[in-house]
């Protein structure tokens, strides 16, 4: 894990789920996946959104040509755990597409503009991801 990502781990669970710098202002969660090669548990600070009692993040890795490895990670394993603000859950992870993943993609580049960006520096489909909270 990159010592940008470590730091802000560590500040959002310091403070209740917010963070400041980069991200302040953002919604901003923290994903733990397993590892799909290691096995161990990995955590790592993603953006997201809310859609009708779930909760949907995008692979973006900010327009790279490759997914980032928490999306591959979840693809092997979609059981996942969830921290947003205080609280701790477990989901499931879904990968959503069609015309479902164009309308939420289109309401994350509304909420974040940076979002567009991403699209047009890559040439693959960028995935969204909808996490669905587990009893």
Do not use: C
Request: net charge negative; glycine share 8%.
């Amino acid at each position: 894990m990159s010592d940008f990502n470590q730091q802000i781990i560590e500040e959002f669970r310091s403070n209740g789920g917010k963070v400041g710098g980069y991200f302040e202002g953002s919604d901003l969660l923290l994903l733990t996946t397993t590892g799909a090669k290691s096995g161990r548990r990995l955590t790592t600070p993603v953006m997201y959104l809310e859609d009708g009692g779930r909760l949907v993040v995008i692979a973006s890795a900010a327009g790279a040509d490759r997914s980032p490895a928490w999306y591959h990670n979840l693809r092997a394993t979609p059981e996942v755990t969830i921290e947003v603000g205080t609280e701790t859950y477990a989901a499931k992870a879904t990968v959503v597409d069609s015309e479902e993943r164009d309308r939420l993609y289109a309401r994350m580049v509304e909420k974040a503009p940076g979002f567009a960006d991403y699209e047009a520096k890559t040439t693959r489909v960028i995935p969204v991801i909808a996490l669905d909270r587990q009893s």
